[in-house]
């Protein structure tokens, strides 16, 4: 089993910036990939980012491509999503989410923190 807890959610305004991290604890060594998903209210699950342990690769969903980074830190097992030009649309619950090698799905997911971009 692995453990996610995020942190670093939050109000800001249109074309500020916001960083998200999320600590991974429990049977971390067998991590594949970490990433973020988000929902916005009345709309479905979204892929945001995602990064590959092993390789440091990383992903992106369209609409964040080129305002959005993800890392990880190897050491301390966390992952963070740098936030930059912020749009009103990115407003959403955020998700951590985990996945193992033996599945590669991201089956393990954390409690989520919200971000609300004002215009």
């Known amino acids: 089993q692995v453990q996610l807890v995020e942190s670093g959610g939050g109000l800001v305004q249109a074309g500020g910036s916001l960083r998200l991290s999320c600590a991974a604890s429990g049977r971390t060594f067998n991590i594949y990939a970490m990433g973020w998903f988000r929902r916005a209210p009345g709309k479905g699950r979204e892929f945001v980012a995602q990064i590959t342990w092993s390789d440091g690769s990383t992903y992106y969903g369209d609409s964040v491509k080129g305002r959005f980074t993800i890392s990880r830190d190897n050491a301390k097992t966390t992952v963070s999503l740098q936030m930059n030009s912020l749009k009103p649309e990115d407003t959403a619950n955020y998700s951590c989410?985990?996945?193992?090698?033996?599945?590669?799905?991201?089956?393990?997911w954390g409690q989520g923190t919200q971000v609300t971009v004002s215009s």
């Open positions: 989410a985990a996945a193992d090698q033996v599945g590669r799905r991201f089956d393990y």
